[in-house]
């Protein structure tokens, strides 16, 4: 018999295939391209103050759990701690209650970061326990469509970083062939399962598109917002970033060992404007900076 398991985030031999890397691996006794075993490994626990404010209540916390390992290898990660590092390991009964400790402590939203590689037990968990607050899967938009079907049977709201539309630049600054097809399917996939709903301003349910303008590829920023109007609609939350700060291997890549031009990032937000976009919440361009990055040495007040 078929297990609840065996629903298409794994296939029906086990082997992992979450994720477009399609590995086929079985994690039980070894890891995929994301460097992880079927063993959840979280890096940090936070109330965090940086999500986008309509995710929040009057500017509230979201409940963030950073999970260690990726499956994309962006040469620019502010993450890289985590996504090339390990976390503390957890069972799934620990992941709940670690929501139940971000539900206590105020959180607005369970905010799963980097959540892909743990589709499959993010999944399980959330079959066991559903938290009260809305639950935010927060990925990097390499994603098969079979598992946003499943994931949106519990999770609330998908936010996805649409971060190429150029497959050349997914294959050089993340090592991701063919990102923009599958992302942009996915994105489509999920906005087609869960429409935004809103309670006091605060997005309940729904999809939203964050992208991250990168230096002297405003034109591939100009591509996907065209796309967004095209494909998604333009009352479509849009996340238009500019905080992008070159680290880990950026320095290797002179055309973005820098911070976006404030002209780079105008020209972005005026094409969002010509193109009719109602919902893009746009940033201040001196948020260049490190200063937001969440300290992973530290694990945070929770306890896990
Ligand atoms: S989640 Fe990891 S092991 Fe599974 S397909 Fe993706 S990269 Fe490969």
Not at 120 to 136: D, E, F, N, W
Not at 182 to 211: C, D, E, T, W
Not at 290 to 297: G, R, W
Request: proline letters at 5%.
């Amino acid at each position: 018999m078929l297990t609840l398991l065996c629903v298409n985030i794994y296939n029906c031999n086990m082997n992992c295939n979450i994720c477009p890397r399609a590995c086929n691996v079985n994690r039980t006794t070894t890891f995929g391209y994301c460097g992880k075993d079927e063993c959840l490994q979280i890096a940090k626990v936070m109330l965090h103050y940086g999500e986008e404010p309509f995710l929040t209540k009057h500017n509230g916390a979201s409940g963030a759990i950073f999970f260690a390992g990726c499956n994309l290898k962006c040469i620019y990660c502010q993450n890289y701690d985590i996504s090339n590092g390990s976390g503390k390991p957890v069972t799934v009964d620990k992941l709940i209650n670690i929501f139940k400790q971000l539900e206590t402590a105020g959180a607005n939203n369970i905010d799963l970061v980097t959540p892909t590689h743990y589709a499959k037990l993010i999944y399980t968990a959330l079959k066991k326990y559903k938290p009260s607050i809305p639950v935010i899967y927060n990925c990097g938009g390499y994603e098969s469509e079979d598992t946003i079907v499943q994931l949106a049977k519990v999770v609330d709201i998908f936010l996805f970083d649409l971060k190429y539309y150029d497959d050349n630049l997914a294959i050089k600054y993340s090592a991701a062939p063919n990102y923009f097809r599958y992302a942009g399917s996915a994105i489509k996939k999920a906005a087609s399962l869960k429409p935004n709903q809103f309670i006091s301003k605060q997005m309940v349910s729904g999809v939203v598109v964050r992208h991250l303008c990168l230096p002297s590829h405003i034109n591939d920023s100009k591509q996907i917002l065209s796309w967004i109007s095209e494909n998604l609609g333009n009352s479509t939350y849009v996340s238009l970033m500019s905080q992008y700060v070159p680290m880990y291997k950026a320095k290797d890549y002179p055309e973005i060992n820098r911070t976006l031009k404030p002209i780079e990032y105008k020209v972005v937000v005026n094409h969002a404007i010509k193109l009719g976009l109602k919902n893009v919440f746009v940033q201040d361009i001196s948020s260049s900076t490190t200063e937001f990055i969440p300290d992973f040495n530290n694990p945070g007040d929770f306890k896990f």
